[in-house]
């Protein structure tokens, strides 16, 4: 495999940007990324009044948080990563984080499901941009060989955003008596999940601060590179199969996690007499206790394992985190007891967060610095469409195909074990595709 004319293969882009510099632009782009999750995460904490209020059934819900999310990441994600390929990273943050921000408040004042359906695609569709720009930014900042750590951090938002929103919406429901009263919506007192929604908006203040603090990386550019799209797909297109473990393989692998990770206050609130708030804590809990450390576990062993010699070693976590993880994930759906259910949660929680972070080093590690941003894009893009598509098939699923509410951790369960199947296949089918691409990438920058 033949590396594209004019290719860089320098393994830091930005030399000038220092260890501690590094690190420090890595925390703002994960308390950007924290917050990005609890905005996202927020709302399946918030369905039962939701729907009491809105009118919304549980298909209308799996729309607004699958199809919505999806199709609209789809459809900015790999335009803003062409812009953050062509310009300030940083700034596009900046904007974007503004932009979701406000929406988020926006669906606090929703007032049924074509509203809520709108704000959440302005929200989508500005929370499009973060992870394209931030892989790309932290590429440029980090040696290959070393990427899994850092990407690893950043990818422990979404555990800790979670977990973040956990408690953030419990505050805000706690705050929520003392001031709904003067703020009136349809003639009455606001209802408490739409003050958590615009105190939610506000808390976007606190990572714009951070980003403006930290400087733009240096890319490498030589002679002749544009990012153009055309030229990332005839890039991409030879190498297809070298990126499918990471592409389709994790998309495969997050479906059931994205899936549960939406539904399971509800489907234990259905299946345990569970409350949302009890959940809800719990979940938070096992986010930051499970989810976080899980994450970092993986970022961890991969970079060892990469320094030990071992060429698919992000891959290898991938596999380690589906035949672990997904598995847990279906167990925890089918037990009588709601505490051991949770504990199985808990573990399925710490095995799909170590996947994310080596997977998005591969993808950086196989790809030139111009197309980075769009190479991450991609992945995201498959994961809002392949992965979020989990979502409201677990909806139709119970309503259709079950036709019962309650039988809904029985199509949990169900995704579990069909798309850790697939997840397997796929990337023990092209898993050797990529170790020669990586293989061809290091010998090229060695030369």
């Not at 590179?225 to 030229?231: Q, S, V």
């Not at 990126?243 to 997050?254: E, I, Q, R």
């Not at 589906?322 to 949660?345: E, H």
């Not at 994961?383 to 139709?396: E, H, S, T, W």
Request: aromatic fraction near 10%; include cysteine; charged fraction near 10%.
């Amino acid at each position: 495999m033949s590396a594209a004319p004019g290719v860089a293969v320098s393994a830091q882009s930005d030399p000038s940007y220092g260890v501690r510099q590094g690190w420090t632009l890595v925390a703002a782009l994960t308390v950007c990324n924290i917050v990005a999750q609890v905005d996202r995460f927020a709302m399946t904490l918030l369905i039962p009044p939701m729907q009491r209020d809105l009118g919304l059934s549980d298909t209308q819900m799996g729309l607004i948080g699958g199809l919505v999310t999806g199709l609209f990441y789809a459809l900015a994600g790999l335009p803003l990563a062409r812009v953050a390929d062509q310009f300030s990273r940083k700034w596009l943050i900046i904007v974007s984080l503004i932009v979701w921000s406000l929406m988020t408040a926006g669906m606090g004042l929703a007032v049924g499901f074509w509203t809520l359906c709108i704000a959440r695609l302005f929200l989508t569709m500005g929370e499009a941009s973060l992870g394209p720009a931030a892989n790309s930014m932290i590429g440029n900042v980090f040696p290959k060989d070393q990427l899994s750590r850092p990407m690893s951090v950043f990818a422990s938002a979404g555990s800790l955003g979670n977990a973040a929103a956990s408690g953030l919406v419990a505050l805000f429901l706690f705050l929520a008596p003392f001031v709904a009263p003067p703020l009136m919506f349809g003639g009455e007192p606001m209802a408490p999940w739409r003050v958590v929604m615009i105190g939610l908006g506000l808390v976007g203040i606190v990572p714009m601060v951070m980003l403006l603090l930290v400087r733009e990386p240096a890319r490498t550019v030589l002679p002749g590179d544009r990012p153009d799209f055309r030229l990332f797909v005839a890039f991409l297109k030879p190498r297809l199969r070298a990126y499918l473990p990471c592409y389709l393989g994790y998309a495969f692998f997050v479906l059931p996690f994205v899936a549960l990770s939406f539904w399971l206050p509800t489907a234990l609130e259905r299946a345990h007499g569970m409350s949302t708030t009890v959940s809800g804590f719990w979940l938070g809990m096992g986010y930051l206790l499970a989810g976080a450390p899980g994450t970092l576990l993986g970022g961890w062993l991969a970079d060892r394992m990469q320094r030990r010699g071992v060429t698919d070693a992000r891959l290898r976590v991938l596999l380690l985190s589906t035949l672990l993880g997904l598995p847990a994930g279906a167990i925890s759906q089918v037990l009588p007891d709601p505490w051991q259910a949770m504990a199985f949660v808990w573990l399925a929680m710490g095995c799909a967060a170590m996947a994310l972070g080596p997977v998005t080093a591969a993808i950086q590690a196989l790809t030139p610095d111009r197309f980075r941003a769009q190479a991450a894009a991609l992945l995201y893009l498959l994961i809002y469409i392949v992965a979020f598509m989990g979502i409201p098939l677990a909806g139709a699923v119970t309503d259709g195909l079950l036709g019962d509410p309650r039988r809904l951790p029985d199509a949990l369960a169900l995704l579990s074990v069909v798309f850790g199947v697939l997840a397997t296949a796929v990337v023990l089918r092209w898993r050797s595709a990529h170790v020669q691409a990586l293989d061809t990438v290091a010998r090229e920058g060695a030369g």
